[in-house]
């Protein structure tokens, strides 16, 4: 079972840009995909992107394509999801999660979670 740990968040302005990074203490995170949720206040958790065990494949959430990249390093069991152009709708609590497809965006489809960096993008 693998422990998770985001890291990366914090306050920016509209249009620029955070690189967020989810470290794994496990043994198997290379048996694992990885994806990216986030959670505003009041709002659904939401998918954003998901990754294939080796990294060759990625998912985006429509929101978010063309903005945002998910990627990892699996020699450091670490993913990473570099968000650029951001927008005030992007404000949430980020959490990267372990499951089995990278194809998934359904959160229950994930079996282990970090416990979330906030990000807040101001106007």
């Known amino acids: 079972q693998e422990q998770l740990v985001e890291s990366g968040g914090g306050l920016v302005q509209a249009g620029g840009s955070l690189r967020l990074s989810c470290a794994a203490s496990g043994r198997t995170f290379s048996n694992y995909a990885m994806g990216w949720f986030r959670q505003a206040p009041g709002k659904e958790r939401e998918f954003v992107a998901a990754i294939s065990r080796s990294g060759g494949s990625t998912f985006y959430a429509d929101s978010v394509k063309g903005r945002f990249t998910i990627s990892r390093d699996n020699a450091k069991n670490t993913v990473y999801l570099q968000m650029n152009s951001l927008k005030r709708e992007d404000t949430a609590v980020y959490y990267c999660?372990?499951?089995?497809?990278?194809?998934?965006?359904?959160?229950?489809?994930?079996?282990?979670w970090g416990q979330g960096t906030q990000v807040t993008v101001s106007s």
């Open positions: 999660a372990a499951g089995r497809s990278y194809i998934s965006s359904y959160y229950k489809e994930y079996a282990y």
